[in-house]
Each structure stands twice: as structure tokens, then as C-alpha cells.
Nanobody, 122 residues
């Protein structure tokens, strides 16, 4: 069994910062790409940022320069540092990762967390 658990969401004022964390646990052999996505009320889920296992990153245009994705492979954890937050960043943020449970588990399967709510408001 593999679980991804997000934390760090909450209410923040415009211009503020939050740091989200997502820890993977369970039967894990390797983790490839890790990602953060978000879904605002009434909108489709969108990919916010991704990071490969060699630390190559990619970002949604609207968050470039404000958000930073990072990972700690020793802790099986991915982070999303969010600065200069805007009301449009309000959404449920989900992490997901491509995980192999053992050497024969290929291709890696995508696992998702249940999400953490980020609200940017006065």
C-alpha cells in the first residue's frame, strides 16, 4: 500500500506565503516524477509544477517566479513553496507521484493524495 499525504494548506492574505508538503509512505521501491496540481471551485484540475528524480522542474506559466517545487528523496517528500499568493491561487492542491513498489513494478503507477485547501483572501 502506498499513501501520499499533503499538509501545509490554510488561509493566507494576498501577497503572503505558504509551504505545502507531501510525504509518500508505504511499500516504495522508487519514485520518479512528483507533481503538484490544483483544482479551483468550478474549474478543471491543472498541473502546477513537476520535478523529476534528477531535479528537473517545470511550472505553470501563471506561477513561474512565485512558486518553487523541491523534493527530499531521503524522506520521499515533495514541497511547494508558494510566495506572492493571489486570490486566483485559491484551490485544493493535490500531489501525485509516479511510484514503483518493487523492482518488477514497471511502468511506475501514479498515486494521488487527497488534497489540501489553500485559500487566499483578505
Amino acid at each position: 500500500q502506498v499513501q501520499l499525504v499533503e499538509s501545509g494548506g490554510g488561509l493566507v492574505q494576498p501577497g503572503g506565503s505558504l509551504r505545502l508538503s507531501c510525504a509518500a509512505s508505504g511499500s516504495i521501491f522508487s519514485i520518479n516524477t512528483m507533481r503538484w496540481s490544483r483544482q479551483a471551485p468550478g474549474k478543471r484540475r491543472e498541473l502546477v509544477a513537476s520535478i523529476t528524480n534528477d531535479f528537473s522542474t517545470d511550472y505553470l506559466d501563471s506561477v513561474k517566479g512565485r512558486f518553487t517545487i523541491s523534493r527530499d528523496n531521503a524522506k520521499n517528500t515533495v514541497y511547494l513553496q508558494m510566495n506572492s499568493l493571489k486570490p486566483d491561487d485559491t484551490a485544493v492542491y493535490y500531489c501525485n507521484a509516479d511510484i514503483s513498489r518493487d523492482l518488477s513494478d514497471y511502468p511506475p503507477k501514479q498515486y494521488w493524495g487527497i488534497g489540501t485547501l489553500v485559500t487566499v483572501s483578505l
